[in-house]
Every structure is written in structure tokens, then in C-alpha cells.
């Protein structure tokens, strides 16, 4: 399994960035893939996830601004994020699970399988 996280930069309070996150070693349809964060000195934090049967969940934080989606195809998952504040800067992650539970999804030492991170910075 392997995962592989693009799309980071640097932008202003405001704008949009979309991250992809291809993978290899999987099929969407028997896994959970979701992204996370972590900014300097916290803790990695939920973000956003699709469950195998395609429903989307994100965190509080995020709801309404990012969408999560996934192109079997390419085998390529993705973040779109709009509305970018300076509080979403941090590295962001792609992970994926084959076993999680739904009560489980929030919790990062549940996933097994992580990409290296893409940075995002929003100035403001």
C-alpha cells in the first residue's frame, strides 16, 4: 500500500488549493481514506474522510469549506479546500484503513496506512 499526498503551498486567507493523494495497493470500495493535519507542536487532527460505501464525513472545522472525493480510475483521492483561513495551516496527510470503524474514524492512531505530508500555509 502505498500513498502518495501533492498539492501544498502557500496562499492568502481566502483562496482555494485542492491536494491529491494517489494511491497504490487498494481498491476505494474496501477501504476508508481520509485526510489529516497537523500543525506545528499539536497533535494531528481529523479533517475529512470517505467510508467504503462512499459516505463523507468531515470534522466541525472544515464543514462547509472542504470537499473530499475519490476517482477510482486514477486511484486518486482528493481535498478541495476553499475559504482558506490561517488556522489551516499545517501539513496535511492522506491515510487510508481497511478495518477501521465508523466510531473510529476521528482517531489517527486507527489508520494504518499514511502518506508523507503536503504543506499548506495560508497567510492572512
Known amino acids: 500500500v502505498q500513498l502518495q499526498a501533492s498539492g501544498g503551498g502557500t496562499v492568502q486567507a481566502g483562496d482555494s488549493l485542492k491536494l491529491s493523494c494517489v494511491t497504490s495497493?487498494?481498491?476505494?470500495?474496501?477501504?476508508?481514506i481520509g485526510w489529516f493535519r497537523q500543525a506545528p507542536g499539536k497533535e494531528r487532527e481529523f479533517v475529512a474522510a470517505?467510508?467504503?460505501?462512499?459516505?463523507?464525513v468531515y470534522s466541525d472545522s472544515v464543514k462547509g469549506r472542504f470537499t473530499i472525493s475519490r476517482d477510482a480510475a486514477k486511484t486518486t483521492m482528493y481535498l478541495q479546500m476553499n475559504s482558506l483561513k490561517p488556522e489551516d495551516t499545517a501539513a496535511y496527510f492522506c491515510?487510508?484503513?481497511?478495518?477501521?470503524?465508523?466510531?473510529?474514524?476521528?482517531?489517527?492512531?486507527?489508520?494504518?496506512?499514511w502518506g508523507q505530508g503536503t504543506q499548506v500555509t495560508v497567510s492572512s
Open positions: 495497493g487498494f481498491t476505494f470500495r474496501n477501504v476508508y
Open positions: 470517505i467510508t467504503k460505501s462512499g459516505t463523507t
Open positions: 491515510a487510508a484503513d481497511r478495518t477501521l470503524i465508523l466510531s473510529s474514524i476521528r482517531d489517527p492512531k486507527q489508520w494504518h496506512y
